[in-house]
């Protein structure tokens, strides 16, 4: 066990290590730094206008959070439709990576009442040529303000590079506005201006599927004299075909070319930046899904340009060790060996069929480079840059830049080492400190809008512009208010007759423990899913005598007839991988009924343990697979065999053709009864979704089985909506935002678990009840948005703390606009503060049964 000293020596020196290895230029999570507006860095003659109301109402009084003046910048005359001639603009001085903007009306002590209900935003990196943001759908006009007083952060997604940054206020009818405003980001250290590229192309996967690599999001001409998404901070995913963002095409985080379109073999970019810099590295993120023939470049030639209009005639070659092993995509560094050049021109050659980039980064000794969070207060402050200077490159300076970042980097992790060690003791010892009311949050913000939406006639534009999952990020608690959140108390009854079946089932009595939680349900801490990262069924101490089976109730499967196809997930000791196997029938017991046709290659799902795994990890393995084995219900995953008999151990379950509910739900809409075509899917589908989870919980339930991480990400989808509930979401690299890190223990779903787990630690079928509320509310918002997407993780935290109060100021999750009220109120009753009121799943089960849309 490391000592806190030992701990921040190792981190220094990884740190240090990251720092000669930095694979980002611009890591959006992080370059979200207040710019100056409402801290005064910015000054006042780098605030214009176009016009003003008064001297009191002039630019320099647009300052977020300021009442200086009359309290805001008002443009002259009142603004109208379609009248883009008013703004107000900043000028950085130098190039910055713009990730969040603020903005506010004019409240002046209760005075004003003017506010820019929409805007949009214009950007410049050079003053002359102006550019219209748009986010990665093409919209526009971005929400603003509801009243003069509450700040609103929306999300630049894309980000902004730019220098001179323009707000201008948008209304659909005439009315005087006024604008208060600040920017978030960093300096952007690369100095790119623009690149110019081929266009990227389309590929048509087997089956039909058409993946875009266009650059969707460039700014300039044709691909010519601007940047895109090789630059706004997004690294592709290994399967080039998945994405990051929501509501998009495949392959949406990748250009990509291919081999025949060009006639000498390779890609030719061109990169501009703003002024001569000495080049170290460049780095090129690529995809290498050479199995569906896309493979990293395998040599790259660059020419450089100083001032001169020529390209100098020697340049630099790198010929790449091809990987055919892993075919996870990766940054591939280029040293440029301190060419000194304001332009690079690269070819990158062709070593299959495609090449696919999602980002391109520089680095240079004219610049520190920082992807740790902790901002020295130089670069919060505009630096103004001289274009006519060359590069000093004595060691001096270099040592003296190496000093002061390792200086910086020590007060990062002193500052990281008290937080983690702060948040470790208010949940291990349940605090009530963590519970008080002066404890200071974070923010964290949804991709279009941080208000709390609770009316349930929002229009499908305002619905399409939620929070997302990908797009969570705190905010320091330096430069803006927590949003004022609605808080909704649950003003309602079951009835007896609608808990209950027709048949007259009531619920049984149950033995309670302490705390009042149902003893009978209560897990011990036997983890049977760590082996490949999730903690899924938790064994009820009245269940162990499972394990005490001689033999394994599932048949060993001949490992060679397993093909590999892609690889789901991966944990601390274990994988978990999507094959194919031909003729599985033969292998399974009568009892097993496998989804497709029994003539047909079926898809399963292989949980693989690694060769290195400890023993512990390999007795927890073992104890899974008896406990798998013995699990029989048409909405539980069923373990099919098993490969014990050599390393890696294996076990092989159903995996259904339309893959987890989450990624299922977010490409569906709801039918609309006006609509006249066949819809793809109805409110009677939902139900029997919702039903058949139900049905899965309470077979779990009646062996005393508590799963801890009922989810969408956790249930599979066949034939006909036939849902299956599973455990491979923890393991999937796409739901790790689902997760909160605590320092020495688990990875948890807060944010899908009940107070009493999270402060308590009591996991129990009551707690999976709550996971179940929260599960059905994803499934009527079509998993469009993630629960309490506008809280941050530990605004979750504390939100819990208000549960266990239970003084009337908890946060529930809103009504889904389709969801109707008889099910909104079963949600509210999973999320009862007393566990005992909270009904069982045989009850929902019949209550799902019998709810009508009323």
């Not at 000669?20 to 003659?45: F, T, W």
């Amino acid at each position: 066990m490391l000592t806190p000293p030992q701990t921040m020596i190792a981190t220094l020196l990884l740190l240090l290590d990251t720092l000669s290895n930095v694979k980002a230029q611009v890591n959006p999570a992080v370059c979200r730094y207040p710019l100056g507006m409402s801290g005064g860095h910015i000054p006042d003659e780098d605030i214009s206008a176009s016009s003003q109301w008064s001297e009191s109402t002039a630019a320099k009084y647009g300052r977020l959070g300021s009442e200086d003046g009359d309290g805001a910048w008002c443009p002259e005359i009142p603004v109208e439709p379609d009248d883009l001639k008013e703004f107000l603009e900043i000028d950085l001085h130098a190039l910055h990576f713009i990730t969040l903007v603020g903005t506010q009306g004019r409240h002046a002590g209760g005075h004003g009442n003017e506010f820019a209900p929409m805007y949009k935003i214009n950007y410049s990196r050079d003053g002359t040529r102006w550019i219209t943001w748009r986010n990665r759908h093409g919209k526009q006009v971005i929400d603003g303000n509801t009243n003069p007083y509450d700040i609103v952060l929306k999300d630049l997604e894309p980000p902004i590079i730019g220098r001179f940054i323009r707000f201008i206020p948008v209304t659909d009818h005439s009315t005087n506005v006024c604008l208060r405003v600040e920017l978030y980001g960093c300096v952007w250290l690369d100095g790119l201006v623009s690149y110019s590229a081929p266009p990227g192309q389309q590929l048509v996967l087997p089956g039909g599927t058409i993946v875009y690599l266009n650059d969707s999001i460039y700014d300039g001409h044709s691909m010519t004299e601007g940047l895109g998404q090789l630059t706004d901070g997004v690294s592709g995913l290994d399967d080039f075909s998945q994405t990051h963002e929501y509501h998009v095409w495949p392959g949406y985080d990748y250009i990509g070319w291919s081999n025949e379109s060009t006639i000498n073999g390779y890609v030719e970019i061109i990169f501009e930046f703003d002024r001569i810099r000495n080049f170290t590295t460049m780095k090129v993120h690529c995809n290498n899904m050479f199995a569906k023939g896309v493979k990293i470049f395998k040599e790259v030639q660059c020419q450089f340009r100083s001032d001169a209009n020529e390209w100098e005639p020697n340049g630099i070659s790198s010929v790449l060790v091809l990987d055919d092993v892993n075919p996870s995509a990766r940054f591939v560094t280029v040293p440029l060996l301190h060419y000194m050049a304001s332009a690079i021109k690269c070819q990158f050659y062709f070593a299959d069929s495609w090449m696919m980039f999602s980002e391109i980064t520089f680095q240079s000794d004219a610049a520190m480079y920082n992807n740790s969070g902790a901002l020295p207060e130089s670069f919060v402050t505009p630096t103004t840059y001289d274009p006519t200077l060359k590069v000093d490159d004595s060691n001096t300076r270099i040592l003296i830049g190496c000093l002061v970042a390792i200086i910086f980097i020590l007060v990062a992790i002193i500052v990281i080492i008290l937080w983690r060690q702060f948040w470790q003791k208010m949940l291990e010892k349940a605090s009530r400190r963590m519970l008080d009311d002066e404890m200071t949050v974070s923010l964290s913000l949804p991709s279009e809008s941080s208000m709390f939406n609770h009316n349930r006639s929002t229009s499908s534009s305002e619905r399409e512009s939620n929070c997302t999952y990908d797009r969570i990020f705190p905010l320091g608690p330096d430069y803006q208010e927590p949003t004022r959140l609605i808080r909704k108390l649950p003003e309602f009854a079951l009835a007896e007759e609608e808990a209950g079946c027709s048949s007259g089932v009531t619920k049984p009595t149950q033995p309670t423990g302490a705390e009042g939680v149902p003893h009978y349900a209560e897990a011990d801490i036997v983890n049977l899913q760590g082996v490949t990262g999730s903690n899924t069924y938790s064994v009820p101490a009245i269940t162990m005598d499972l394990l005490s089976g001689k033999d394994v109730a599932v048949a060993e499967f001949p490992r060679k007839l397993l093909t590999f196809k892609e690889k789901l997930g991966e944990g601390q000791f274990g994988e978990v991988h999507l094959c194919e196997v031909e003729n599985m029938e033969k292998f399974v017991n009568k009892e097993s009924v496998l989804d497709g046709n029994p003539s047909q290659p079926v898809l399963l799902a292989v949980k693989m343990l690694r060769a290195d795994a400890n023993k512990n990890a390999r007795n927890d393995f073992l104890k899974e697979i008896k406990i798998m084995s013995r699990l029989k219900d048409p909405n539980i995953i069923r373990l099919l065999a098993v490969c014990i008999t050599d390393d890696p151990l294996c076990m092989i379950t159903e995996y259904m053709e339309n893959g987890d509910l989450n990624q299922f739900l977010s490409r569906q809409e709801l039918h609309d009864l006006s609509d006249s075509n066949t819809p793809p899917i109805s409110y009677d589908n939902l139900k029997l979704i919702a039903t058949q989870i139900a049905s899965g919980m309470k077979y779990l339930s009646s062996l005393n089985f508590v799963h801890r991480d009922l989810a969408t990400r956790n249930c599979l989808v066949g034939k006909n909506y036939t849902i299956k509930i599973a455990d491979f979401g923890m393991s999937r690299n796409l739901y790790s935002g689902d997760y909160y890190r605590i320092q020495g223990r688990a990875v948890l779903p807060i944010r899908w678990m009940s107070w009493e787990s999270i402060l308590l630690g009591k996991f129990t079928t009551a707690s999976d009840v709550w996971a179940f509320g929260v599960t059905l509310w994803e499934t009527f918002t079509f998993c469009h948005e993630q629960p309490y997407c506008q809280l941050s993780d530990e605004q979750v935290i504390e939100n819990t703390g208000e549960f266990f109060r239970d003084q009337g100021r908890q946060i529930y999750l809103s009504q889904p606009t389709f969801c109707p009220d008889s099910l909104y109120k079963l949600m509210l009753s999973c999320w009862r503060r007393d566990t005992k009121e909270r009904p069982s799943f045989q009850e929902i089960h019949c209550l799902l049964q019998e709810v009508t849309t009323s």
